[in-house]
């Protein structure tokens, strides 16, 4: 079985990776996406949403790192492609998920599901522009609306020459409402010749089964569930006990404390919030903290109240 780590925009940042590859059972993770628009992006930008780029493409840990790409001109997704794998991306994935209709004059994420040739034409022109041996791999929903494209939109990343699909199996409509609709996954299996991943409302190892058997997908990729359980992945393929609070506070903080003692990043403490919001579903302890700390601006504020 083979587990990735879900790009979530907001709260998996290199830090989050680092420390969830070092509790264990992550075999791949996807950054957060880099939004393409209209022109080739410097170099540091893919730098700052894949700083393991400085370490051969791989968190400290050891588990190698995709660059996501967001966008909808094929060409500047190409360009950017071949660029982030220059830079050591191990592979590149293709966001068909983002639930925004339309960012910064462009269309992308989950409103090209509605537009099954333009997928294709993406993942055509950002596979021929990748090297053979580098993976092209796309994210998708079921669809917008409703799931009438589902098979179309699979069957096009498929045919435009896609090494493996990851499916979050609800639509943009859906949105995070459960349940996730593992059986479609099966379905568009049955109609699609590459590697699936099945993706959404995972939250536990019975989950993880029942996905694997509603899907028939022996892989998933994980995403809020190991946001609220850092070792759901060790959970799930080592059957290990559920980490106990006081090991989750020590990654608390260390994660707090990040904009203090590394580099600054200026958006830590939403950053914090929200994983605290995704902790509260599992640790009463962290439920309360993120009542204490919510109000509070200052990353020195909030780790003082984490530490407390
Ligand atoms: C806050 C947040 C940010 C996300 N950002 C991204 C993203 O950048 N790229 C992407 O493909 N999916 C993104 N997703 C979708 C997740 O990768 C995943 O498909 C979804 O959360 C369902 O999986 P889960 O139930 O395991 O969380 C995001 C989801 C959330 C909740």
């Not at 022109?39 to 893919?46: A, D, I, S, T, W």
């Not at 994935?93 to 989950?110: E, I």
Request: some cysteine; charged content about 20%.
């Amino acid at each position: 079985m083979h587990i990735t780590l879900a790009p979530m925009e907001g709260v998996v940042d290199h830090l989050m990776r680092d420390m969830l590859t070092q509790v264990g059972g992550f075999d791949l993770c996807v950054t957060e996406f880099v939004r393409i628009v209209d022109q080739l992006m410097p170099k540091r930008v893919f730098y700052r949403m894949c700083p393991e780029l400085h370490n051969q493409g791989f968190t400290p840990s050891g588990v190698p790192v995709k660059v996501q790409l967001l966008g909808q001109h094929a060409d500047w997704l190409a360009e950017n492609a071949f660029r982030a794998i220059e830079l050591g991306s191990h592979g590149v994935d293709l966001n068909f998920g983002c639930p925004a209709k339309t960012v910064n004059k462009s269309k992308g994420g989950a409103v090209l599901l509605r537009e099954p040739e333009t997928i294709y034409q993406i993942v055509r022109a950002v596979r021929q522009a990748v090297p053979k041996d580098q993976a092209v791999s796309a994210k998708m929903r079921l669809g917008f609306d409703d799931t009438s494209l589902a098979i179309a939109n699979a069957q096009a990343i498929a045919e435009a020459g896609a090494d493996s699909l990851v499916i979050h199996a609800r639509t943009k409509v859906d949105g995070y409402k459960p349940p996730a609709y593992w059986d479609w996954i099966a379905k568009i299996k049955q109609q699609v010749d590459i590697p699936i991943v099945a993706n959404g409302e995972i939250w536990n190892e019975h989950d993880a089964f029942n996905c694997q058997q509603q899907s028939e997908c022996e892989n998933v990729m994980l995403g809020r569930g190991a946001l609220a359980m850092p070792n759901l992945a060790q959970v799930i393929k080592n059957t290990e006990q559920h980490m106990p609070w006081e090991q989750v506070k020590a990654l608390l903080v260390r994660y707090s404390g990040y904009e203090l003692f590394g580099d600054k990043g200026k958006y830590y403490p939403n950053r914090v919030k929200q994983w605290l919001g995704y902790l509260s579903r599992q640790y009463p302890q962290a439920e309360a903290l993120f009542m204490r700390i919510r109000a509070l601006k200052s990353a020195e504020d909030i780790l003082r109240h984490i530490q407390s």
